[in-house]
């Protein structure tokens, strides 16, 4: 298996190269990082983009969504996807506007889309899904029902390209700017995990059921 | 002004129509409070999203890149873009993984895109954007150059329509999960700013220059 992605003909990073990464390990952490990603398909001869959330296993993400879902609709009868995640890690404040911006590190994909119709494959991804909000949290739930699944479109989107952008770290002012009377430097910022809210209705009104490990573990690992 | 963005052709909700809103303020307040968006086009006959920033100014959406990007070169060639902004607000965890998602505020925007030209109104433009990566910075930093203003082209989106999706609060499990002996809830998630990391050249090396009004506002709001 190739160490890189890209870059290809669709994924060539040319504004701010030296950002660009094109590395299959430095890929995955950010596609497997982000709790979501943005979808772009061609619905009635415009791009349109639209959040869902994804898994990944391999060289393959996958999606899900209604069957109604206008975009899903559209990466499966053209069996293509465009796909990007974004992290976003907080803000690099030059000594001028220009230079300024976030810190982040993001993806773009293209893959190659069709329809996951097998049941049993299609439940083994969905419990994937599941995992990908909240590692370990498949095991906990009730297990999915025909109906549910039915329910359910799954895509797989085999990449075929993909590149990295990563920003971060010292601003990049020219020279001609380190002495002016301003401050630089960057600003961290990380997604932050507060106090779980427990349902109270059913079975959880008694107060008794106790927060389960995966959302320990998602606590106790910030 | 009317109050509401939608439902227009391309954005009426049909998964979830009850997470669906096409209130004005409130679309208005997820563009806001997004730090970047994902921008959708059409480049070589396929669909292609990227990740950038954006700043708002009424019903008008603007967007800048390098001339070379190719989705913002698509954007104003075709004069549609199509924007979405996604907030990630932690985890809804359903008694089932059919129930079980993320919290989240979503848009999605169709605009008619063009290219800002005039020199003045670029340049106004671009210190939006300053600000939209921090309120209050564009006043603190160098003023933008003719040759950085050239650099950068920059968008206009006038808002057609947009949506909304908000999914947030206790879970929506069915009456016949309810007393499953599963832990159900929410874990709120949100952005959390860092101890800011100072540039270390040039006149920051002194040490001597205070962090910035615009990061001690950010910083004392969280």
Redesign the interface.
Known sequence: MSDVLGPGP?TRV??LPTKANYERDVIFAVIDEA??C???????G??????T?HAREGDTIYLH??P???VMK?VVE?G?A???M?L?D??R??????E???A?R?V?I?GAASLVTDDVEKARV??M??DA??PG??S??????DS?RR??MVVTVTIDEASAKLSSG??D?PDG????????????????????????????ASGT????A??KR??DSQ
Not at 38 to 44: G, M, R
Not at 184 to 199: C, E, K, L, M, Y
Request: hydrophobic content about 45%.
């Open positions: 669709k040319r504004r709790p979501l943005h979808v772009a398909a061609l619905v009635k415009s791009a349109m983009v639209i959040p959330l969504g209604s109604s879902n206008a559209a053209r293509e465009c796909i990007s974004t976003y907080g803000l404040l030059a000594r001028s506007g220009f300024s911006s976030i982040y993001s773009v293209f969905l419990d899904f599941v909000v909240l949290r498949a906990e739930v009730r297990a999915m029902s549910e329910l359910t010292p601003t002012d700017d380190l002495e002016l009377p301003v401050w630089s430097g960057t600003v961290p910022a990380r997604i932050q995990f507060g106090t779980p809210i427990p349902d109270t209705n059913g079975a959880m059921i106790p927060v389960p995966s959302v998602l606590l």
